[in-house]
């Protein structure tokens, strides 16, 4: 008789589809392994409403995560979920409809606020997270999160994210000076019509696939160790900065090293979380290798809050 309960998550995300697989240990959620997609739903979304490109491109994938997960016969429930993209969209329901027919998964859509606060609790298993500010910058939104006494103050989702200022605001593959103005001016513009206000916090902790991204391109840039989870504000401001002005060969082929699979949102996440730094005054970036999957788990599964 197992006493360890398996659970797999599938994250429906702006720019990529993840299927995360963990155990239960002494109430502690143990990975045991993760699958990802480059799904890029929110560059289908024509009117409002995502194409049959995209469906299609979900369907497709969703279906392939399925069937690993239906390999193993000890994985107790599958979890799906979407943020951004599929919550936004003007026909979600023929979406989550056919996902439901088609492969019997029971797509959950979480809210802004849900998921800003599922991003919290995520962080918090890796990552000590009492006071300040959290973002989760995802592939068409960013979530912000006030933080006192370790608990979420305040949160709000901005309708930004790396793909979407990809999508928005870069004519190229690459961002040059004028398209970093133009997300820079958006990223502030969301900010002024938030609820949430400027305060001096010196520590933003930051979780994600972007913000991952930016830690392992910001470790290889300064040569740092592996183990590295931090970042400097100035050191991270003035890697972008440079990374701008050099020629799109060049941009290439220091993505290329780090993360090609994020040739052309790694810039604009970046340029993203540079500004949520600067409006916080943050010194400090710290990078949780925990997020929103982790939260779903240890809140909504195993009843942590």
Do not use: W
């Not at 990975?31 to 890029?40: H, N, P």
């Not at 006071?131 to 989760?136: A, F, I, K, P």
């Not at 520590?203 to 040569?223: H, P, T």
Request: with cysteine.
């Amino acid at each position: 008789r197992r006493f360890e309960v398996i659970y797999a998550i599938m994250d429906i995300g702006s720019n990529t589809v993840r299927l995360s697989v963990y155990k239960e240990r002494n109430g502690e959620a143990v990975s045991l392994f993760s699958e990802k997609d480059q799904v890029s739903l929110k560059s289908y979304v024509k009117d409002g409403k995502l194409t049959n490109k995209g469906i299609k491109r979900l369907y497709n994938t969703l279906k392939k995560f399925k069937a690993l997960v239906d390999n193993f016969e000890d994985i107790d429930g599958v979890y799906p979920f979407a943020t951004a993209t599929v919550r936004d969209v003007a026909n979600r329901k023929e979406v989550l409809d056919l996902m439901k027919e088609d492969l019997d998964l029971d797509i959950e859509i979480l809210s802004g606020e849900e998921e800003a606060k599922l991003a919290f609790v995520g962080a918090s298993v890796s990552t000590e997270v009492k006071e300040g500010v959290l973002c989760d910058i995802g592939g068409g939104s960013t979530e912000v999160v006030i933080i006192g006494q370790g608990k979420v103050i305040k949160s709000n989702s901005l309708s930004i994210g790396s793909l979407s200022a990809f999508n928005d605001y870069v004519d190229g593959l690459f961002v040059d000076k004028d398209s970093k103005k133009l997300i820079e001016n958006k990223v502030i513009q969301l900010f002024g019509d938030s609820s949430i206000y400027e305060e001096d916090f010196k520590i933003l902790s930051a979780v994600g696939g972007s913000a991952r991204a930016a830690l392992n391109f910001y470790k290889d840039y300064y040569k740092l160790e592996d183990d590295t989870r931090s970042m400097d504000v100035k050191e991270f401001d003035t890697m972008v900065k440079d990374l701008i002005k050099k020629s799109d060969k060049k941009k290439m082929r220091l993505i290329l090293d780090v993360k090609p699979d994020r040739i052309h949102t790694l810039l604009p996440g970046m340029i993203i979380l540079n500004e949520i730094s600067k409006f916080f005054n943050i010194e400090t970036i710290n990078v949780s290798q925990t997020g929103v999957r982790e939260g779903y788990v240890y809140s909504k599964l195993l009843g942590r809050k």
